[in-house]
Structure formats: C-alpha cells, structure tokens
C-alpha cells in the first residue's frame, strides 16, 4: 500500500480542500495573448487565459465517516483530484521502479467511481467507470508508463438514491512489483522552547497507527532552557508514540546542530534506513511520513524525498511546490507560483500543477534522508541555521542522490508573511550561508552575478535605514575570510557575538509600547482600487530614483525634529522598498505584527557602509578561486560524523559504549521515558 486516502481527524473547513472537491466550478474566458497561449500548452503557469471560479461554498464536514471513510449524498459529487489524496503518478513513475499501480475502492450504497488522469498540459480524460450497488469492492489497474513529464490519477464518487459511502480506498503497488529496499525510518525533531508546539507535532505523529508502523524512533533534540517534558499534554504524546520517544538536551547549536543530532543517532542506532527531519512549529499529516517512506523504498536508486509545506494559518495556500537554486546569483526560490490557494483553485483548476518539477533542494521542515546517505556524505553543514538544507542535497546530488519534493506529503508551517528573518539576528546566517554554499557549489566563475546581487541588497537595506542587517551582513562576509576552520566553534559563540553587534543600532531594538506607537501618524494608504498596485520605479525611471535617493540618503542633513521622533508610521506590508526611502524618520511594523522598528536616516553611517559594501563583495569575487579551495577542501571534515560528534558529545561516530547500552535498555521497554543528555540516556520518571 503505497498512498492510503484519507481524510483529517479533526476537520477544519479551511484544510478540507486539499483532501476532497465537492464543490461546482466553472472556468470564465479571460483575455489571452500569445503568451499564454503557450504557457498554457507548455503546462506552465500563465497570467492569463481562463480563470477559475467555484459556484458553491459546500460545508463538506457533515460527509466525513472518520479518518478513512466518505458519505457522498444521493445525486451528488465528490472529487478526490486534492492534493493529499489524487495519485501524484508523474512523480512515480519518473523515480520509481512501478510501472503500474493499483485502486481499491471499498464502497456501500448505489453510485458510480470514475478514474480519471491528467496529464503534463492538464488535458483530463476519464480512464474507466464503473456503477456500484451494495457492499462492493472496486479494483482499477492502472499503468504508470505515460506520465513521465506530468500528471496525476484519481477517481470522483457519483452518489445516487439513498446515496453512496465509500468505505475505504487505497493506491497499492502490484504484487509483482518488489522496492529496491523495505526500510523504516526514525524521526529526528529539532524544537527550542516551543514545547506546546512540539507536543502538538509529536501528538499528531501518534495519531496514526499505520504511520507509526514504519517509524523505530522519534529523537526530540532539545536545544532551550524550558524542558519539552513540562510542556502539557507531553506524557499524553509520549504514550501514544508507544515507547519511540527520545528526548535529548543539548546546547543551542541551531537547526544545524540539531539535525545532524539526529543524523547521527540514527546511524549509531543502525536501526532505521531513513531519517526524516521535522522543524517543531509544524503540523503534519502523518499519512504523508508513510507516504515519503514507501516512495523511497520504491526509488531506483537512495533518494532524499522532501514535503511541501502549507500556511499554518492559511491552511489551504501552499508554499511552493518546487524550490531551486539559480545558478546565476545563487539564490534560493521557488519556481512554481508561491501562496497558491487551493481552496480559490484546486488540482483539477490548476494546470500548472499538473506538470512534474524536479528540485535542487527541499526544506528541512520535512525531509527524509537515507542513512546510507549520512553515511556517505555526512551530516548537515556546521551552519547554525539558513541553507544547510539546500547545501545538503546540493552535496547529495554531487554523490549522485537525487532530491524529490513529493506532492502527497506536508506540514502546514508558519508561512515566511508572518515573519520576516532577514531583518533581525538571522540575517548574519543567510549571507554567510549563502555565500559559503556558493563557494562550496556554484560552478559560475567568481560566482556569476552574486556579488552584484548582495551588493544590490545592501544597497536596499541602506536605502531602507535597516543600517543593523548591513552591519550583519559585512560582518559574515569577514567571517568568511577567516576560512572554515571555526565553523563549529561558531555554533555555540557566533550567536551572541550577532546580537551584541545588533544592539549598537537603533532599528534593532522593537518598540512595543502601543501607547507610544498611537502618537505616530500612519502612512496614508489608497485602498479606493485594489487592483492599481504601484510595481515600484524600474527601468530609466528606476536608475534617476536611484542616484536621487543615494545622493540625498548621502549628503542631505536629517532636521532636528525628525531625529527626535518618527514622523510616520508604516504598516509592515506598505513599507516597500521604494516608499522608506522617501522618509527621513519612520516606524515600520514588525511582520508579526508584535511591535514596531524606528528606522532614522544617517548620511554619514550611509556613507561609510556603501563604501565598504563595495569593497567587501568585490574582495570576495577577487578572492574567489582561493577561497572555494579553502572551502571545498575542508568540506569533508567540516560535515563528517566524526567532527559532529566531537563537537556535539566529544564523542565518535561509532557507537560509544553508553549509547549502545542505552539503547539496548530501550529496546528492552523503557518506553519512552528517557532522555539522553551528553550521549547517555537517563530514565524519566513515569507519568502520572
């Protein structure tokens, strides 16, 4: 059984979409050109041809018999082309060794099934029909061999009088079909006093029992002062997951040191073929950790299979469905349309997903990674947080590891809108990251236009009065220089030395007292046409605002006043790029809405920081070829299980005597209450 359907354990209207279609729609023409004439054709995303508009808003809750069940009403119509519960056939059938799958649909009641597919372009046809009446058992064998650049398969319920309940359904793999391998995998969770959303997270794994068939353990590396144990209803989450929690504390050492934490006690385990790792401020779906586990077994050759992730508070919107490293100045991104909203459009209303996308690198939000892979690359890079996923497969692909994001399987995830990590502490992570990854992958001479591009960002920042992310900024790439010798030191002291830096600046420190917000004037916003959004200057226009606004953000002295008090205030989501500028002192509201920053232009900070912007990106492109032996060089020592070890126990990556008596006395029944602190794990005491 290679994908079960099924349906939410606690339905929430706004998730629904993604597992069934029981509304009416319609599509409206729209105007085209001959762009999107081709776009469309080609199974791209198009800005124009038709839309899509639904005709009904169904509260299809009442239709839910549990976790795997349906009742369809008489004369009515559901569709299963959602994202969690269609077949993604193009995705397996380009991976995979099946070359066919198989539908089983348990029914009772009158009705019809119609399988249907797709194809790369979103050309839909019906591929059989069959009436049902009674308690019946359906079975469709279904080839796999015509969707190699797109795709997908499934079936609608036709309901007749009294109507129709479908029982069950499962995809299976035929029985002549045998996967390169039958492995199961361990969980490894990275969480830092988030203990309530990591409950939630380990409770939600729990909740499944074919799911927890295929896990041995689930390690919860925690890196905070507040102990995961005393969040509430921990015990609750531990006794469900049937003695597979681990709990191990650690120092602080980022997504980094906590995921090779958990790399590394699979693989000293021997326990487990995969390691799937999962960010603790996530929801999952727990059929889709089965899912990516059967995919990999299923895979020619050891694959890292990743999930997408979904708006945690806008349950319907996925993130991308394909992210990418462009080559030409080395950034990370999605090349799929990001915040789609399936609720607004769903699988059978958008054709671009219906194409296959195949990807440089999925996020660590969900990732399963063979051990044997771990093994033979080793663990994440000592990057503390930012890029170490899309370093990791990018080294993976170097050993010939292919990377697949696997629609099917996701976490919904605190989307990037509610919060914005390139303005705060994390801003020192994502340039160096960025541009020790560059050093160790990109095959552009000098690094192609990356210079250019950060240069480009500085500029923005500064232009912005964000002088601290500058700051940040300059301060990575001189870490850089100083080679990568220290990348594991910096794991415990870079981050205090980052926010000491952050403190000397004014926009650093968020204002929180709304009484004293209240005193600033908003900026005034002309909402009277929503669909006249000023794009920004671009073009000629582009470059006289430019020298306008470095010439006055240069020379122009700040009023007296101004630098006394902010002058306006500016929702988080009106300060754009080309609209800071303009003000001399300004609030910015914080993307969680939390607070409020104080940014006050400085001609002379301005100054001297373009200046050594300049200077620091183009000592990095004279530097480059040293630099990228520097880096290529120690890559291996940087990421092996043994430098990982040392810096997280002092330990080797072989199993030293404590771990493996401890997890001997796991395997006897210690039931998940234990924890492992400094590479020995302790017994908790029981619940009460």
């Known amino acids: 059984m290679v994908h079960r359907v099924v349906f939410p354990e606690h339905p929430d209207p706004r998730v629904l979409p993604l597992y069934l279609d029981a509304q009416a729609w319609t599509s409206l023409p729209a105007s085209a050109d001959a762009a999107a004439d081709l776009a469309r054709r080609r199974g791209l995303p198009e800005s124009s041809h038709t839309r899509s508009v639904r005709l009904t808003d169904l509260d299809a809750r009442g239709m839910l018999r549990g976790r795997r069940g349906l009742d369809v009403p008489a004369s009515s119509t559901v569709s299963l082309a959602t994202y969690f519960n269609a077949f993604p056939a193009s995705y397996w059938s380009r991976w995979t060794s099946l070359e066919a799958v198989t539908l089983r649909v348990r029914t009772s009641g009158t009705g019809s099934i119609t399988v249907l597919r797709s194809n790369a372009r979103a050309v839909v046809q019906v591929v059989e029909s069959v009436d049902v009446a009674g308690d019946t058992t359906s079975e469709f064998e279904l080839p796999l061999t015509a969707f190699l650049d797109g795709g997908w398969l499934w079936f609608d319920l036709r309901a007749g009088a009294p109507g129709l309940t479908m029982v069950d359904a499962d ?250 990590d390139s303005h705060d502490w994390q801003a020192f992570f994502h340039a160096r990251n960025r541009l020790v990854t560059a050093l160790l992958h990109s095959s552009e001479r000098g690094g192609g236009r990356l210079w250019r591009a950060n240069l480009a960002d500085d500029l923005k920042h500064l232009l912005t009065m964000d002088y601290a992310t500058v700051a940040l900024r300059h301060e990575a790439i001189r870490s850089v220089f100083d080679g990568p010798e220290g990348l594991h030191d910096d794991l415990r002291t870079r981050l205090p030395r980052v926010r000491e830096l952050g403190r000397g600046f004014r926009e650093w420190q968020p204002i929180r007292d709304r009484a004293a917000l209240a005193r600033v004037p908003s900026g005034r916003v002309d909402a009277s046409d929503p669909s006249k959004v000023d794009a920004g200057p671009s073009g000629i226009r582009l470059g006289v605002w430019l020298a306008r606004q470095v010439s006055r953000h240069s020379l122009a002295p700040v009023p007296a006043t101004r630098s006394a008090h902010p002058t306006v205030h500016l929702a988080f989501q009106d300060a754009r790029w080309f609209v800071v500028p303009t003000h001399d002192s300004v609030l910015v509201s914080r993307a969680d809405g939390s607070g409020a920053t104080w940014h006050l232009r400085e001609p002379r900070r301005f100054r001297r920081m373009l200046a050594d912007s300049a200077r620091l990106n183009l000592a990095y492109r004279r530097r480059w070829s040293r630099l990228r032996s520097q880096y290529r060089d120690a890559i291996t020592d940087l990421t092996s299980l043994d430098a990982w070890a040392a810096t997280l126990d002092g330990g080797t990556a072989t199993a030293t005597a404590p771990v493996e008596e401890a997890i001997t006395s796991a395997r006897r029944g210690l039931q998940g209450r234990d924890r492992l602190v400094g590479g020995a794990i302790v017994d908790l005491p029981p619940s009460s």
């Open 171 to 420: 995809w299976l793999a035929p029985e002549s079909a045998s996967p390169r391998t039958t492995g199961t995998a361990s969980i490894a969770i990275t969480t830092m006093d988030r203990g309530a959303m990591c409950v939630e997270l380990l409770s939600g794994i729990g909740s499944d029992a074919a799911a927890l068939e295929a896990i041995d353990d689930v390690w919860v590396v925690d890196q905070g002062s507040t102990p995961v144990e005393n969040a509430p209803g921990f015990d609750v989450a531990r006794d469900r997951l049937g003695g597979r929690l681990r709990v191990i504390q650690q120092d602080n050492l980022g997504g980094s040191g906590g995921f090779s934490r958990g790399m590394l006690e699979a693989v000293r385990s021997q326990r487990s073929e995969y390691v799937l790792l999962l960010d603790d401020d996530a929801e999952v779906e727990p059929e889709g950790i089965r899912r990516a586990i059967e995919f990999a077994n299923f895979a020619r050759t050891a694959t890292i299979v990743g999930g997408h992730m979904f708006d945690m508070y806008d349950r319907a919107k996925l993130h991308a469905l394909a992210e990418v490293v462009r080559p030409h100045d080395f950034m990370w991104g999605p090349i799929t349309p990001g915040r789609h909203d399936l609720g607004d459009a769903n699988l059978r209303q958008t054709p671009w997903l219906h194409r296959r996308y195949d990807v440089d690198y999925n996020g660590w939000w969900m990732c399963l990674i063979p051990v044997s892979v771990v093994r033979e690359v080793g663990a994440s890079l000592p990057a503390f947080i930012k890029w170490d996923d899309a370093e990791y497969s990018l080294r993976a692909r170097a050993a010939g590891v292919p990377t697949v994001s696997l629609p099917g399987a996701a976490v919904w995830h605190v989307s990037w809108v509610d919060k914005d």
